[in-house]
């Protein structure tokens, strides 16, 4: 009932009652909402009634001043008044003309979906919505539990669900003050369930961890999904005793506590197990004297297919050696000869206190011991045109390196007998380790296991096995953990028939070294300082003058490839407008100079076997103006004049 005789014209109202229905329809704007739907009655375009409603306004008018006097000339009386708040559930300006009403839930959460209970899955919105009549207007507060919702206070509930936690009784609490007492209804509850979801590992443990001895250590793991999983740690496939929480702690760790650690997560849809976490002891740190390597990549075979990645992983594996501090001798393309005299200068320099790593990547075969094949292999070749596994060790070997790992990045397959027949009847010759000590702390890696491929893809830069190791060959962890590492790496990635390819490695290790050890800070001997002065190559530059020309050009001289010291560019400059080519002064029956149309550089691969003079001429729109004639072997590396 209204308060007012409902016939009253709306400028009859008294005025108390007048400037209190302003100010509940000026506050929140809902003036807005009332002329809107007045418009609407009206026909008129409810943009153009604002905008006219909100002109001529000032301190003391409002748009709601506006509005009435509008409503008054259209003749507009209290119970139309009313009747129109009511249809815009305005109920605070409706309660200034009308007795209090109570309030009463119209529509309840569950009405629309004709259930009370919903699945939601995580991620997902949560959408529901209800109403209650009543002046003045009700208030509404969202529960979930029992709990209300921070900043969920109108009609309708849109929130997302990001835990299970959310899970449970969702209801809304309507409220009502009339006459400074409070009324409170509650809505029919739903109940909302949340989708199994499937463990998934947030969070992995570390992989690998190190603990100086009595010192505690926590490992951690996190997994999501629904119902809340279940936790349970191993140590070495053991299962740990009342370990069945996310974190494990193990106070006062010791020897005894050392071994590969994991944890076992399920809940009722699936089970999952973190990656292993290697924990050790954090012993004393090794140094070495010097760290020296030896890379071979052979991919440009003279009677063999040709392979596409060994000269990129070989170049990989040497800068990052390079950038462990190891001076590192790279070769790409040798022969048998040539590959002899590299282990042998290797050899000379692995003295008691020297880590050495040789890495070989390239063709080879696996007969009794595996065997590298050099770029000249004949097309049926036997054991005796190959580098024997053992020949390496026993060179490398001779004087007791303090480490040595080889990598063999290669087939480890029979070679065929219908290719080499004769290779399955030859004896072949043991080579013998010739040391007054019982060898230790040497690392055999390979790409592949005894008689099975190794495998490149085409198109890929990166041999499969390369890619991992370089991964994690430059880490601060043990030696053999590196070749662990790249083992279980790898085996993820392999499918089908790639699976063939299962990589290896053996060691007697006997200290904790790794590849990353620090080098002492003493005099080098003088065979160190003698392999530094081997290596070096800064790139060189010199004038050559050009007499019948009368001009003067710069020669400059690097390595072409990066780490590789046996390919070497001489490129020409000042010529902008002339041509230059470079020709060999005899003539050779593998040409080993290479030069791209319109350049005026050229790349010489294996430049100590260069027979005679490297012809430099120039010409001038096609005619020979002059020419001059250079001895390459001046500007090599020292090295190269000793593998060959």
Same mark, same amino acid.
């Not at 902008?576 to 003539?587: A, G, I, P, R, T």
């Given at each position: 009932?209204?308060?007012?005789? @409902?016939?009253? &014209?709306?400028?009859?109202?008294? =005025? ?31 943009? =153009? ?26 003749? #507009? ?33 569950? /009405?629309?979906?004709?259930? /009370? ?12 919505? #209800? ?8 208030? &509404?507060?969202?529960? #979930? ?5 921070? @900043?969920?206070?109108?009609? @309708? ?10 899970? $449970? ?19 029919? *509850? ?32 996190? +997994? ?16 740990? !005793? ?39 002891? /954090? ?63 290797? %050899? ?13 990547? %390239? ?15 004949? !097309?049926? &070749? ?13 060179? *490398? ?20 007998? !219908? ?43 990166? $041999? ?6 370089? @991964? ?12 662990? !590492?790249? %083992? ?41 300082? #003698? ?69 005026? +550089? ?14 430099? =001429? ?12 250079? /001895?390459?072997?001046? &500007? ?7 593998? =060959?």
């Amino acid at each position: 009932m209204a308060k007012i005789n @409902e016939d009253v &014209y709306l400028e009859h109202i008294p =005025s108390t009652v007048y400037n209190e229905l302003i100010y509940e329809l000026n506050k929140n704007s809902s003036w807005q909402v009332l002329a809107c739907h007045v418009a609407k009655q009206l026909g008129y375009h409810w943009k =153009s009634w604002l905008q006219s409603l909100e002109r001529n306004t000032s301190a003391t008018k409002t748009p709601a001043d506006n509005l009435l006097f509008e409503l008054n000339v259209k003749m #507009c009386t209290v119970g139309i008044l009313c009747t129109l708040l009511r249809d815009c559930e305005l109920g605070d300006a409706l309660s200034v003309l009308h007795y209090p009403e109570e309030s009463v839930i119209v529509k309840h959460p569950a /009405d629309d979906m004709g259930r /009370d209970t919903l699945e939601i899955s995580l991620g997902q919105h949560l959408r529901l919505s #209800c109403k209650a009549t009543g002046i003045p207007s009700p208030s &509404y507060q969202w529960c #979930c539990n029992n709990i209300e919702l921070h @900043e969920q206070q109108s009609c @309708e509930l849109d929130i997302v669900i990001n835990s299970h936690d959310q899970a $449970g009784e969702y209801n809304c609490k309507i409220s009502q003050v009339t006459d400074d007492e409070g009324a409170v209804l509650l809505t029919r *509850s739903v109940f909302v369930n949340i989708s199994h979801v499937p463990v998934v590992i947030q969070q992995q443990p570390p992989a690998f961890l190190e603990l100086k001895e009595d010192e505690d250590f926590l490992i951690k793991c996190v +997994a999501h999904g629904h119902p809340e999983p279940r936790y349970q740690w191993f140590r070495d496939n053991t299962r740990l !005793e009342g370990e069945t929480s996310n974190v494990l702690h193990i106070k006062r760790f010791g020897s005894k506590d050392e071994g590969k650690y994991y944890c076992f997560i399920s809940n009722d849809v699936n089970e999952v197990i973190t990656q292993e976490s290697r924990v050790m002891l /954090d012993l004393p740190r090794e140094k070495a004297i010097a760290k020296i390597a030896l890379v071979i990549a052979n991919c440009d075979y003279e009677n063999h297919m040709c392979l596409e990645t060994p000269k990129n992983d070989a170049a990989q594996i040497g800068e990052l050696l390079k950038g462990m501090d190891f001076e590192v001798m790279s070769f790409v393309n040798l022969s048998l000869e040539q590959m002899k005299n590299a282990i042998k200068t290797f %050899g000379e320099f692995l003295m008691e206190g020297v880590y050495g790593l040789f890495y070989y990547a %390239g063709h080879g075969f696996k007969m009794q011991e595996s065997y590298m094949l050099a770029v000249d292999a004949p !097309e049926s &070749y036997l054991r005796k045109d190959a580098i024997c596994e053992s020949e390496l060790l026993a060179i *490398s070997l001779k004087n007791e390196p303090a480490l040595l790992v080889t990598i063999l990045d290669m087939c480890q397959t029979v070679p065929p007998k !219908e290719c080499n027949p004769d290779i399955h009847n030859e004896i072949p010759k043991v080579k013998e380790y010739k040391s007054k000590k019982h060898l230790r702390n040497l690392v055999q890696a390979y790409s592949t296991s005894s008689h099975r491929p190794s495998y490149e893809r085409a198109k890929n830069k990166y $041999g499969f096995y390369t890619m991992h190791l370089s @991964e994690y060959i430059s880490k601060n962890i043990p030696v053999t953990k590196v070749f662990e !590492e790249v %083992g279980k790496s790898l085996d993820k990635l392999l499918k089908g028939k790639e699976r063939n390819q299962i990589p290896w490695f053996a060691f007697n290790i006997t200290k904790p070294f790794r590849l990353t050890d620090a080098i002492c800070k003493r005099n080098l001997s003088p065979a160190l300082k #003698c392999l530094n002065k081997l290596i070096a190559f800064p790139s060189k530059s010199f004038e050559i003058n050009l007499n019948q020309a009368g001009i003067s050009a710069k020669v400059n001289i690097s390595l072409f490839m990066e780490p590789y010291l046996n390919i070497i560019k001489i490129s020409v400059c000042n010529l902008d407008d002339l041509e230059v080519n470079f020709f060999n002064s005899v003539y050779t029956k593998q040409n080993k100079l290479f030069q791209t149309a319109n350049s005026k +550089a050229c790349w010489i691969h294996n430049p100590q076997i260069y027979q005679g003079l490297l012809i430099v =001429s120039v010409n001038k729109n096609g005619a020979l103006i002059d020419g001059i004639k250079l /001895d390459i072997k001046n &500007y090599i590396p020292l090295v190269l004049k000793k593998i =060959s």
